[in-house]
């Protein structure tokens, strides 16, 4: 049986980029010996589109311009049936022919920015291919913590207090600004609003370190959040798989971090092997809470996963007093790093079962999409070639 062609699309413009490449690698790695062909369509730091053999190989991307200059520039196309390619724009070689890959599916592992707010996934719907992961609607939600914490409010889901604004707010109102912040009491977290791996991430004791961390924040965000701290804080997560109507979470993890809140240093480079991503930071799986806290969490997981119009598959961060147990949802991770496969591992399927599903979630959703009347036959232009340039002015004859 002949392998169909699963493009992997990962890096980006983006802080996260290097996390995305590691979680493309992994799948690329679990895939071996299934039935995809995996294209790897790997985007540079500066928004070039590459593929090529060289990008399946991790010891490559020590040296990111070299590995560049050996790949090939591609683009997504369409031929006269409009059936979709991953085409090269030019030759592997001096004599080579540009290579042409029918596209059954699109593997996303990007992680922050443009490839996880939703501008990829447009790009995916205007092409009409499927596409794991949560669509435009949902990823652009996920991406945006802000309007993510609005939704969840909405639904009756608890989140902390916080106060948002933009960097021209902040040169015009700060002491305002901070004066609200400081009705929440110190300690305060600063983050900025659509960044994630924790990269940004601050927490302030009192006003000269929150004015320092909102200054630092705004080096990668022009709009940030200042939120109420949980005192004492238990981080907990919990993966939800599926579709707004019909999903399903994964056991709880409980991070373990040298600080109160996680930062990049403990997701990514924690634990045995940082070229692992996000599965090498140190965790408790499953979470060691009671079971009524669990499927409390679990619950609200799957529920913010629906209210969000998430699918695919996403990990929901939650903050939990750990002397009340009140818990509140923190954010959504539209793509997680390592897809959050060391969850779903302990719920009893494994990373290459874990992919084939979210494969398949894919294909679901296009076909369905597909089933839909997606054009409506009239004569409207007929109508407006017959009067003309002027009728479509409006304009009196």
């Known amino acids: 049986m002949s392998q169909k062609n699963l493009v992997v699309a990962f890096g980006g413009v983006s802080p996260e980029h290097e996390v995305s490449v590691l979680t493309a690698i992994q799948a690329i790695s679990a895939l071996e010996g299934s039935s995809y062909n995996c294209i790897p369509l790997y985007v ?109 409010a909405a639904n009756g889901i608890p989140v902390t207090r916080a106060v948002n604004f933009y960097e021209s707010d902040w040169e015009k109102e700060q002491d305002d600004l901070i004066a609200v912040a400081e009705e929440y009491d110190y300690p305060l977290i600063v983050k900025p609003v659509s960044l994630g791996s924790s990269i940004g991430v601050a927490i302030a004791n009192d006003r000269n370190s929150l004015i320092d961390a909102v200054e630092t924040a705004f080096r990668y965000d022009a709009h940030l959040l200042i939120e109420e ?76 996963f629906s209210a969000l119009g998430a699918s695919g598959l996403a990990r929901l961060d939650f903050l939990v007093n750990a002397n009340t147990n009140e818990v509140y949802f923190n954010e959504i991770n539209t793509i997680p790093g390592s897809f959050s496969f060391y969850l779903w591992e302990k719920s009893g399927l494994q990373f290459s079962e874990l992919l084939n599903e979210l494969i398949a979630i894919a294909l679901k959703q296009h076909q369905a999409k597909n089933g839909r009347v997606r054009s409506y036959e009239t004569n409207l232009l007929s109508e407006k070639a017959v009067k003309g340039i002027k009728g479509l002015k409006g304009t009196k004859n």
Not at 244 to 270: N, R
Request: glycine share 10%; hydrophobic share 30%.
């Open 229 to 304: 701290a949980v005192n004492p804080l238990m981080e907990i997560n919990c993966s939800v798989m599926g579709t707004p109507d019909d999903c399903k979470p994964s056991v709880c993890e409980k991070p373990l971090g040298k600080t109160e809140t996680l930062s990049f240093e403990d997701k990514y480079q924690s634990g045995e092997g940082a070229d692992k991503g996000m599965a090498s930071a140190d965790r408790i799986i499953p979470a060691d809470i009671p079971d009524e806290l669990t499927k409390k969490i679990q619950r609200m997981a799957t529920k913010t």
């Open 44 to 152: 540079t730091k500066s928004g070039r589109w590459l593929t090529g053999e060289k990008l399946l190989d991790l010891s490559n991307y020590k040296e990111l311009k070299t590995l560049e200059n050996d790949s090939v520039s591609c683009a997504f196309v369409k031929d006269e049936t409009g059936k979709t390619f991953l085409k090269e724009q030019e030759g592997g070689g001096f004599f080579s022919k540009p290579k042409s890959y029918p596209v059954y599916a699109v593997l996303c592992a990007f992680h922050g920015s443009e490839g996880e707010n939703g501008s990829f996934q447009g790009v995916c719907e205007m092409m009409n291919i499927p596409y794991t992961g949560s669509g435009v609607l949902g990823s652009s939600l996920g991406m945006d913590k802000v309007k993510a914490k609005l939704v969840a």
